[in-house]
């Protein structure tokens, strides 16, 4: 029998992959909000020794708040990229955006701006802790009223 635990063991994981597939999951509950949804996938893509599931629940949170603060007619970008030793993967939409104050309380735990019963305010939290571990961290951009670009870097393991 399989533990739960190994859903966690790590495997060698594209972020390409992962990405394309967690927005599959999203799909259908974006295009009932008349959000569209592109990728920007990297060519030169390295594989990881990382959680699969890990990895996708990271980008399905990320997802999940861009659909929350999304509006009919917006649009999500999801891209991959290397840079310095680093992949990187971004979510970035044009919705409400996040005020400069909360900024640094988003990753906090419980901390959300959703109304009632619209979220636990753990996504962001548990997001950053999970990519911690890897080695990388999670940063925000974003303008209130402008939309946000969370972007999640991982160092390229030898």
């Avoid at 009932?32 to 699969?52: N, V």
């Avoid at 999500?76 to 400069?100: H, K, M, P, Y």
């Amino acid at each position: 029998i399989l533990s739960q635990k190994d859903e966690y063991r790590p495997s060698l994981v594209n972020l390409n992959d992962s990405l394309r597939e967690t927005v599959l999951l999203v799909h259908y509950e974006a295009s009932k909000q008349g959000i569209e949804i592109t990728l920007d996938p990297c060519s030169d893509m390295p594989t990881l020794k990382l959680s699969e599931a890990q990895v996708r629940q990271v980008f399905l949170n990320l997802l999940i708040n861009s659909l929350q603060a999304g509006h009919q007619g917006g649009h999500i970008i999801c891209r991959t990229w290397r840079e310095d030793g680093r992949v990187l993967a971004s979510v970035e939409d044009d919705g409400s955006g996040i005020d400069q104050a909360d900024q640094v309380r988003i990753f906090e735990p419980f901390f959300s701006k959703k109304a009632s019963g619209q979220g636990t305010g753990l996504g962001l939290f548990i997001s950053r802790s999970i990519v911690s571990t890897w080695g990388g961290d999670i940063t925000v951009e974003s303008r209130s009223g402008q939309g946000a670009k969370l972007t999640i870097w991982i160092p390229i393991q030898k």
